[in-house]
């Protein structure tokens, strides 16, 4: 039977199929990178971007960086993930929210901080831009994820109006340039010195005063550049079910942009008025989504 002779297949020839995209490969939702989101991004710059988010950051939900650099698709990131930790730049780490649900966490190791100061340098981001590593906090992380889903719907703003984000500062590096330099004025010259520096540097960086004369900090503040060169912050606080009323008022009244972490926080900002608004929204993430749905 194996040394038959194979005859030609008389049916015709399939015609040629009318999809000119590439095929994809992997998982069936596995669409080729240049597709995601209408995008034409290609997988180097995503993995570039996401990379940089992570150092940015110092943590990162794995499904929030898949959603926000790499469409989605999950295997297109575990594609990157996976490469990222073989070459001993990225660790992963396991979480919990506030409903119990358990989600994963990236950040870079000390070799994935200089890779990506190199990326985000060739990103055309702000040569001080702080790339860090970050401890992982298991009562915190929920809400430290949070500000990078936050961020990036501030971003996907200002990319909407023609602006690129060139800098983020995190709330301790905000805090520690004001402190170090109040407390340096301090040490010269006195306790009023201090408070006088202490305003013109939070007044340099763009931070309110509230009616104590304390400086009110921002989990994130973002700079950049609109299409005409000239540049701007967004000042970005993320709002817990455990916020009180005064404090999100007096940041909203300071022009931060709200947004909440969970449905608790979601009504207070609707008690507020602040909620449903083009300026805030409902952060459901990792913590938010059923357990069998949260892994990648």
Request: aromatic share 6%.
């Amino acid at each position: 039977m194996f040394d038959r002779t194979v005859e030609p297949d008389p049916r015709p020839a399939a015609p040629p199929s009318r999809n000119r995209l590439p095929m994809r490969k992997g998982h069936r939702r596995e669409y080729a990178a240049s597709r995601a989101r209408g995008s034409t991004i290609s997988f180097e710059d995503r993995c570039a971007g996401a990379l940089t988010d992570i150092g940015v950051f110092g943590a990162v939900s794995y499904r929030d960086l898949a959603e926000a650099r790499f469409g989605g698709h999950p295997h297109t990131t575990g594609r990157a993930v996976n490469d990222w930790i073989g070459k001993g730049w990225v660790e992963e780490h396991r979480a919990t929210g506030p409903n119990g649900n358990p989600f994963k966490i990236l950040s870079l190791t000390r070799e994935g901080i200089a890779e990506a100061r190199r990326k985000a340098a060739k990103r055309g981001m702000d040569p001080a831009q702080r790339i860090r590593t970050e401890r992982m906090r298991p009562a915190e992380a929920g809400h430290d994820t949070a500000i990078y889903r936050a961020c990036q719907k501030e971003r996907q703003r200002l990319a909407e109006r023609g602006a690129t984000v060139k800098r983020v500062r995190l709330d301790a590096e905000l805090k520690s340039a004001v402190a170090r330099a109040s407390e340096a004025a301090r040490l010269k010259h006195g306790r009023q010195a201090a408070d006088d520096e202490r305003r013109r540097v939070a007044n340099e960086l763009g931070l309110p005063l509230d009616g104590r004369d304390k400086v009110l900090y921002p989990d994130a503040q973002i700079e950049y550049e609109d299409a005409d060169g000239r540049t701007g912050r967004v000042n970005v606080e993320v709002a817990s079910g455990n916020y009180r009323e005064p404090a999100v008022r007096a940041k909203a009244a300071a022009g931060f942009v709200i947004h909440a972490n969970g449905p608790a926080a979601a009504g207070l900002l609707r008690k507020l008025g602040i909620g449903g608004s083009e300026r805030g929204s409902w952060l459901r993430g990792p913590a938010d989504r059923d357990p069998a749905s949260v892994e990648i």
